[in-house]
């Protein structure tokens, strides 16, 4: 293992030291809170020859993320990062490069969508992307984030999968926090990741190709559109070749799921990105008084790993999955992805659906007791609850007060 | 269930002759559908519209591959496979071709060259629509007058309403949708009544599903890497005239050659130009650019 020097970094700088390591030599720039600093910090060092290539400010997410797919179909490695509003306003642009077959990695810094427009995070940014053909990693640490950008390439890069990837942390409880973060030396990071060197999408004026072709019959467009998929299922099985010479390389170690005290469990929260972090804190607080309780946590969220979701679940009595999302008209997002997993399981936990943080809200303690409460009583009744909406007695009535403030009748 | 299929090429108004039908069609009180299919549209480009005509909610959705009526508005697309006018017919449908060349004629020469099971009946629908409304590429009434009558279920009554809402809708000024409505009129008297059978209901074949598998990248993925392959694809068939040489005025200028924006007059050892008709697309450039007045237009008489 090479020699890994530690700093206090933020999230955003983790994320720019990931793109540094992986030797990005295009970024496509658009400022957007809570992301800036990533696109501020590469600004820097490619105007002062840290990195080599070229960093491009433009006129919009849009013509972000078209600029870097277009230039990773030259065969360059491309990297760019957004955030909610951004990403959304470069939505088209996603499903368009995913099926380009291009690797490069877009980090989304999660801030929740308007309206109410608002700047802290939840997912419903970086889940809307989640059918256009990238894959998805959602990072818990700072750590995690550099980590998972270096890992991204390699599995972008892979000729079995060839897509896209959204790294993905939270704005503010990591974008703006600092912790101390391991960085690999470049060496290490180079002998990790390779140079890129494609050999269907690239640029040379020997052997033109035209790429972004238009087609008409469904027979072709069908051919197309399910080699994405059979490419982000072909990942799965790659993510895991890629996270062993990650550990064996750089000693940290990441699955598609992250199981948390989950081994002798019989309840379990299901949750991603930071606030995963206050899931395994209260998980510790259920064990210290004897609960079994543990916590599995959703890393690789496309492609969906629907067999380590399985077997990190069988044969717990009842499973609360916490989406930080809000699917309107429907409920929680990944509560539907985790009962689609679990369907054709013989013997399948009663699975709970609550919707917390929203907005960053806070998910306090007192807020998991009752999770576990809602579990326990589905266990002993048969019964599963509806979704559940975190949001307590107190934050009603600063919410009323607020509403008397606006002039607004409460009714 | 009447099922018809109409073949033109962008400009002739096929998708206004289906919905002509369809609607003259609704107000005989029949269930309907009409629906137009074409791709990157422009003028000259095989199109093809669809109507059916039910006296029962319509099952059926999308491009009709088993019709009892086929109207081709243009004959060379008989020959064009990305129209592919012979597809599905039976032998109870009929093929309706606008064409100068007699019923009789026109028969003999599908079947020397492409049989079909379906009957084949012409019509001089260009000339009426010349004379009657002075653009032989206007031909929506006029088709859509023989489709309604042919259809066998529609009286004139019906294809004048329908006639007159549809070419309202396309913002035509009033004497040119009368000038319309009187070449509709005389097309659906001209038609004779040929009695259509729908073709008997046959059971789906299994189609044997495949499991798709993940294919190298340099394959898998939608780019085009062979050079030059637009040779495969014929466009010759969209001229409405067609440049041909007059090799004893011609001085050898080489200008059509530069000219041509398709890459299609070549010159030969002696440095003579040659026409690839498989591909002028009858711009008329080269006409236009002959100091000699060596290239000259011809109207294009098809093979049929």
């Known amino acids: 293992m090479g020699p890994q020097r530690e700093e206090m970094l933020t ?9 540094r390591l992986a030797r990005a030599e295009y970024v496509p720039a658009y400022p957007i809170t809570p992301q800036t600093e990533i696109v501020e910090t590469l600004a820097q060092w490619f105007a002062d020859g840290t990195m080599q290539g070229k960093f491009v400010t433009m006129d919009s997410e849009h013509s972000m993320l078209t600029a870097a797919g277009a230039a990773a179909a030259t065969g360059v490695r491309v990297f760019t990062a957004t955030s909610s509003q951004g990403l959304l306003y470069a939505f088209e642009v996603l499903y368009t490069v995913a099926g380009w077959r291009v690797p490069l990695v877009l980090v989304n810094v999660s801030r929740a969508l308007a309206s109410p427009i608002t700047l802290e995070p939840d997912h419903n940014d970086v889940l809307a992307a989640r059918d256009a053909g990238f894959l998805q990693i959602h990072c818990e640490t700072c750590q995690e984030v550099l980590d998972s950008i270096l890992m991204a390439y390699k599995i972008a890069e892979d000729p079995r999968v060839l897509l896209p990837v959204i ?16 960085i690999p030396s470049a060496e290490e990071a180079a002998a990790f990741l390779p140079p890129y060197e494609p050999h269907h999408a690239f640029f040379k004026a020997s052997r033109p190709l035209a790429q972004g072709i238009a087609v008409l019959g469904g027979f072709i467009y069908s051919y197309f559109r399910y080699q994405e998929q059979l490419a982000a299922r072909n990942a799965l099985a790659v993510h895991d070749e890629v996270a062993a010479e990650f ?12 199981a948390y005290r989950l081994e002798d469990a019989e309840y379990a929260l299901v949750m991603s990105n930071a606030f995963a972090t206050k899931g395994k804190a209260a998980v510790d607080l259920f064990r210290q008084r004897g609960e079994r309780v543990g916590l599995l946590r959703l890393r690789l969220l496309r492609p969906f790993p629907h067999e380590a979701v399985q077997a990190a679940l069988r044969g717990k ?95 | 269930m009447i099922r018809v299929r109409f073949h033109g090429r962008g400009g002739h108004g096929m998708k206004t002759a289906s919905r002509i039908l369809g609607t003259a069609a609704f107000l005989e009180g029949f269930r309907v559908q009409d629906s137009p299919l074409y791709g990157a549209e422009r003028r000259g480009a095989p199109i093809t519209a669809f109507t059916r005509i039910n006296d029962h909610p319509i099952l059926e959705r999308g491009i009709i591959t088993i019709p009892d009526l086929v109207l081709v508005a243009d004959e060379t697309l008989l020959e064009d496979p990305l129209a592919n006018p012979f597809l599905g017919l039976h032998a109870g449908s009929l093929l309706f071709i606008n064409s100068p060349t007699s019923t009789q004629a026109m028969a003999e020469a599908v079947a020397a060259r492409h049989p079909t099971p379906a009957r084949i009946l012409t019509g001089d629908l ?16 006029t088709v859509g007058a023989a489709a309604c009558k042919l259809a066998g279920v529609i009286g004139m009554g019906a294809l004048e309403k329908a006639t007159r809402k549809e070419l309202e809708e396309l913002g035509l000024p009033s004497p040119l949708i009368d000038r319309n409505l009187e070449a509709a009129l005389l097309a659906f008297e001209q038609t004779p009544r040929v009695p259509l059978a729908s073709a008997p209901p046959q059971p789906a074949p299994l189609q044997g599903l495949v499991v798709p598998v993940y294919q190298p990248p340099a394959r898998g993925t939608p780019s085009v890497a062979a050079p030059g392959n637009i040779i495969l694809r014929k466009t010759g068939g969209w001229r409405i005239f067609r440049p041909v040489i007059e090799y004893d005025k011609c001085n050898q200028c080489w200008i059509c050659f530069v000219r041509c924006p398709e890459g299609a007059i070549s ?37 049929w």
């Open chain 1, 11 to 19: 999230g955003n700088m983790a994320a720019a030291w990931g793109a």
């Open chain 2, 267 to 303: 010159l030969d050892e002696k440095e003579d130009p040659h026409i690839d008709y498989d591909h002028c697309k009858g711009c008329l450039i080269c006409v236009e650019e002959c100091p000699t007045k060596a290239v000259v237009k011809e109207r294009e008489v098809h093979a």
């Open chain 1, 167 to 182: 790294v993905n942390l939270d704005g503010y409880y990591l974008s703006f926090t600092r912790e101390p973060v391991a």
């Open chain 1, 247 to 258: 550990a064996r390389r750089f000693g940290r170690s990441y699955g598609p799921v992250e």
């Open chain 1, 317 to 411: 009595r009842a499973v609360a999955v916490l989406d930080q999302n809000l699917s309107v008209g429907q409920g929680g997002i990944t509560y539907q992805e985790v009962a689609a997993a679990l369907y054709h399981e013989p013997s399948r936990p009663l699975l709970l659906s609550c919707i917390g943080g929203l907005g960053g809200k806070e998910i306090s303690a007192g807020e998991f007791e009752e999770v576990l409460e809602l579990m326990k009583e589905a266990a002993a009744t048969g019964q599963v609850p509806g979704p559940q909406l975190l949001y307590t007695e107190g934050e009603q009535t600063q919410m009323a007060h607020l509403l008397d403030i606006a002039g607004k009748e409460w009714g």
């Open chain 2, 126 to 141: 260009t000339a009426l629509t010349l004379e009657k409304i002075g653009k032989a590429q206007a031909l929506s009434a």
